[in-house]
């Protein structure tokens, strides 16, 4: 259950650069051809969206850990376009974890996917101290 309601972020307009694209379905082991399914995952580290996370991990003095990530394409994306991702980010209490919805859609509003990705908040106390 939500703990707050949801706060809205963007739209952020962001461009499916192609070199980024062919780096990062190499790493993946994709076929080059084509835009990685998972390829939006980048856009959360775009420092618009990255501080909103960052600022909220900070006032809770957690940290953010993956748990999470699913993609639901209406049509592909395409290497070097632009779209438009809306987010919306919420907190749950047990586990706590912080919910990002986000939706990626065309200059014109056309919906191209839907991503969820799941960050699981762990108290910084739990960390420790490396040595």
């Known amino acids: 259950m939500p703990l707050e309601p949801l706060r809205a972020l963007g739209p952020f307009r962001l461009r499916v650069d192609p070199a980024r694209v062919a780096a990062y379905a190499r790493e993946?082991?994709?076929?080059?051809?084509?835009?990685?399914?998972?390829y939006p995952a980048v856009w959360l580290s775009e420092?618009?969206?990255?501080?909103?996370v960052h600022d909220l991990c900070a006032e809770l003095d957690v940290v953010p850990v993956?748990?999470?990530?699913?993609?639901?394409y209406d049509k592909p994306l395409v290497a070097g376009e632009s779209y438009?991702?809306?987010?919306?980010m919420s907190r749950e209490?047990?586990?706590?974890?912080?919910?990002?919805a986000a939706i990626v859609?065309?200059?014109?509003?056309?919906?191209?996917?839907?991503?969820?990705?799941l960050l699981r908040l762990v108290p910084r106390a739990g960390?420790?101290?490396?040595?």
């Open 28 to 38: 993946t082991g994709g076929d080059c051809a084509s835009v990685p399914l998972a």
């Open 127 to 131: 960390f420790g101290s490396a040595s």
């Open 84 to 88: 438009d991702l809306s987010v919306t």
């Open 47 to 52: 420092p618009s969206l990255f501080s909103a």
């Open 93 to 100: 209490e047990a586990p706590p974890r912080l919910i990002m």
């Open 105 to 117: 859609a065309t200059p014109g509003g056309e919906t191209c996917a839907r991503i969820e990705t």
């Open 66 to 72: 993956h748990e999470s990530q699913s993609f639901s």
